[in-house]
């Protein structure tokens, strides 16, 4: 297996990452929004120069499993806005009609970064997913290894993620072992219980 950036260059492998996704947070708003709303987002992680999509590729070259991360998520959300405003609302519109309530979801989504800016410069552990086929076998494990090798400590503090706090036991306990500490309990204004992790270097 192997880790490396992906670029956004070739559209097989964002379309791959987004098929993933898909496999790995089903009934997950994001996922509602679908294939086509992802894979904007995902291009944005690409061009984004804070942020970063990694890849893990197995032997035949395919991606089983990503990780999107952003040292600066408001930053992400403006560029979103600025350069892709208009392929985001044109995949939102279908998911606004199967369901209107996702209209201020999604408003919500976009000024969430900017609610939680904090003092210390940190960066977001945003999205992973592995393909239920490559599980168990440590794909999950190497891409937080990599991102861990990649952030620059003496610019962030620390690596911040959110999970849900309920009926995710598996997931809660993957981050722990990976070195996770919960910092955290919160309930978001749709009465979801969530859980935010942060990661700090051993000095």
């Known amino acids: 297996m192997e880790i490396r950036v992906v670029d956004g260059k070739d559209k097989k492998e964002i379309k791959r990452i987004v098929s993933v996704h898909m496999q790995t947070f089903t009934g ?13 987002m995902y291009q944005s992680y690409c061009r984004h120069a804070d942020s970063e ?16 991360w952003s040292a600066n998520m408001s930053g992400l959300y403006k560029y979103m806005i600025k350069k892709k405003l208009i392929p985001f609302a044109w995949y939102s519109m279908g998911a606004f009609f199967r369901k209107p309530r996702v209209f201020m979801r999604l408003i919500r989504a976009f000024l969430k970064p ?3 800016a904090r003092e210390e410069a940190y960066v977001e552990l945003a999205s992973i997913g592995v393909d239920p086929g490559a599980k168990s076998v440590g794909v999950g494990s190497a891409l937080i290894d990599t ?10 503090a620390y690596i911040a993620l959110e999970t849900d706090a309920e009926n995710n036991d598996g997931v ?4 722990q072992k990976n070195g996770f500490v919960l910092e955290r309990n919160y309930t978001t204004r749709e009465g979801r219980a969530m859980n935010e992790y942060r990661w700090r270097p051993q000095n």
Do not use: C, W
């Open 28 to 40: 997950f708003f994001l996922t509602f929004m679908g294939k086509g709303f992802l894979k904007q």
């Open 53 to 68: 999509l990694l890849g893990a590729y197995n032997d035949e070259g395919e991606i089983v499993g990503f990780l999107a």
């Open 114 to 116: 900017s609610e939680s």
């Open 147 to 156: 991102l861990k090798e990649r952030v620059d400590f003496s610019k962030h």
């Open 172 to 175: 809660n306990r993957f981050y």
